[in-house]
């Protein structure tokens, strides 16, 4: 148990001059589960612990006395090598992570990183959940975006379609990225590196817009031109995999499972 938790939410409500009441009130909890982390006799739910550092206006390293640098790097590494094991063993993957996030409670990089290792309709209510408690308490904006992101696609997965839309609407328009303009405006390994991330986000995108649009030019009976988007999908997603085994040795899975799901389609209609 990390003694300073309990301490820590103890000194931050008195600064903040409130009662135990009333944080339990806000986290939706009771008066007495709050006593008992200020006595140290229990810790909070790990899914709490965004909502906490939020309602205090403190950071969640900050909520554990975590020197910041030295927790992000290590972050990363746990995010890294769980990320490794995504695509082949999610539940391994997901063994990391949590493994991670009793060293560090609430963290919003591995809460977000947890959420790519759930993603099964039979978990989708644990999904919603903590896409819920990242939208409310991540202090990240990409990672509460991505959460909506994510809990759009969970609906949409239920057949959740109004739920799906209201998710999507929470979203903010945005029309470039910090990682669109590095690659637009750097020079050197400045922009290299954002070029090369940024070619796979755009390119994963163009090819679900393609295989979006066959969809509904298939819904509405143009079956010449659904199979034409199909067949430029299947051109662009082929030439991506000459292009990315040359530079760099791989393949990512979700371009094959696109131009598979593609041909697959055309060969249908």
């Not at 986290?27 to 939020?54: H, R």
């Not at 206006?57 to 490794?84: M, Q």
């Not at 997901?94 to 993603?119: A, C, H, S, V």
């Not at 959460?147 to 799906?164: D, P, S, V, W």
Request: proline share 2%; net charge negative; aromatic share 8%.
């Amino acid at each position: 148990m990390n003694i300073r938790l309990g301490q820590k939410i103890k000194s931050l409500r008195k600064a903040k001059n409130i009662s135990q009441e009333v944080l339990a009130q806000y986290l939706g909890v009771s008066f007495q589960a709050v006593s008992k982390w200020e006595t140290e006799t229990a810790m909070p739910d790990v899914t709490l612990i965004p909502a906490i550092a939020s309602f205090f206006e403190v950071s969640t390293d900050e909520l554990f006395d975590f020197n910041l640098l030295e927790t992000e790097k290590r972050v990363a590494e746990i995010c890294n090598e769980a990320c490794r094991w995504r695509d082949t063993d999610s539940r391994k993957a997901e063994q990391i992570l949590r493994k991670g996030l009793q060293q560090y409670p609430g963290n919003d990089i591995l809460l977000n990183n947890l959420l790519y290792t759930m993603r099964s309709p039979e978990r989708a209510q644990e999904v919603i959940d903590l896409c819920r408690v990242l939208m409310e308490g991540a202090k990240h904006e990409d990672v509460r975006y991505d959460a909506m992101r994510i809990l759009a696609e969970t609906y949409k997965e239920q057949g959740e379609y109004a739920l799906c839309k209201a998710a999507i609407a929470q979203i903010p328009e945005i029309y470039f990225s910090k990682q669109q303009l590095d690659a637009l405006l750097l020079e050197g390994e400045d922009m290299f590196g954002a070029a090369w991330g940024q070619k796979h986000v755009a390119a994963q995108d163009l090819l679900q817009m393609f295989l979006r649009l066959s969809d509904y030019y298939q819904s509405k009976g143009q079956l010449n031109q659904a199979k034409s988007q199909l067949t430029m999908l299947i051109a662009i997603g082929d030439t991506l995999q000459s292009d990315l085994e040359d530079q760099s040795g791989y393949y990512p899975s979700c371009y094959r499972e696109i131009t598979e799901a593609a041909k697959k389609k055309l060969s249908q209609l």
